[in-house]
T-cell receptor, first 112, second 114 residues
Framework: DAKTTQPNSMESNEEEPVHLPCNHSTISGTDYIHWYRQLPSQGPEYVIHGLTSNVNNRMASLAIAEDRKSSTLILHRATLRDAAVYYCILRDTQGGSEKLVFGKGTKLTVNP | DAGVIQSPRHEVTEMGQEVTLRCKPISGHNSLFWYRQTMMRGLELLIYFNNNVPIDDSGMPEDRFSAKMPNASFSTLKIQPSEPRDSAVYFC????????????FGPGTRLTVT
């Protein structure tokens, strides 16, 4: 499985934008980039995914570098409820696999 | 929809006992996943099913672990005999075949083996 690298932790202030980086220099052409988050004492929650183009949904935006070797999850206005561990995951779609391999993620702290 | 339902939410058992964890996926979802999360190893995929058929069980730690999915609305993960190192939070997740990227996780079962 292609690997991702994320900072262990980040801090943000409430109401400010947050940019969570992810490096995936060994990404292959068939790998989708996924982001999940896990709030304290809960199961992981799907946030967003993309292949090549930038993506937006109600939760966040995903900016993918042109060479696809990195991506950034953008929370436009952080709230206290966004404090969670954010996981950047690559899924190889070539074989039709549905496996998600979670790394250690980035623990986001949101200050009031 | 109620989301993915797991039971029990907490289980405390003694070493050597059999433990059965249960999962009801979201209605209409045809893929089901079992994960285990510990501080040391993070979140690991144990096994996943597609249309009730086990597809990849390479994450199952050893023969003490077994999983079944007798129908589209129910799955079990059994540990027999249980050991203290099995203590973890076990999550079940489900997804639609048409939306493979979006897995919906249950609240988890916290297992403590003493």
């Amino acid at each position: 499985d292609a690997k991702t690298t994320q900072p262990n932790s980040m801090e943000s202030n409430e109401e400010e934008p947050v940019h969570l980086p992810c490096n995936h220099s060994t990404i292959s052409g068939t790998d989708y980039i996924h982001w999940y988050r896990q709030l304290p004492s809960q199961g992981p929650e799907y946030v967003i995914h993309g292949l090549t183009s930038n993506v937006n949904n109600r939760m966040a935006s995903l900016a993918i570098a042109e060479d696809r070797k990195s991506s950034t999850l953008i929370l436009h206005r952080a709230t206290l409820r966004d404090a969670a561990v954010y996981y950047c995951i690559l899924r190889d779609t070539q074989g039709g696999s549905e496996k998600l391999v979670f790394g250690k993620g980035t623990k986001l702290t949101v200050n009031p | 929809d109620a989301g993915v339902i797991q039971s029990p939410r907490h289980e405390v058992t003694e070493m050597g006992q059999e433990v059965t964890l249960r999962c009801k996926p979201i209605s209409g979802h045809n893929s089901l996943f079992w994960y285990r999360q510990t501080m040391m190893r993070g979140l690991e995929l144990l096994i996943y099913f597609n249309n009730n058929v086990p597809i990849d069980d390479s994450g199952m730690p050893e023969d003490r672990f077994s999983a079944k999915m007798p129908n589209a609305s129910f799955s079990t993960l059994k540990i027999q005999p249980s050991e203290p190192r099995d203590s973890a939070v076990y999550f079940c997740a489900s997804s639609l075949a048409s939306r493979l990227s979006e897995q919906y996780f249950g609240p988890g079962t916290r297992l403590t083996v003493t």
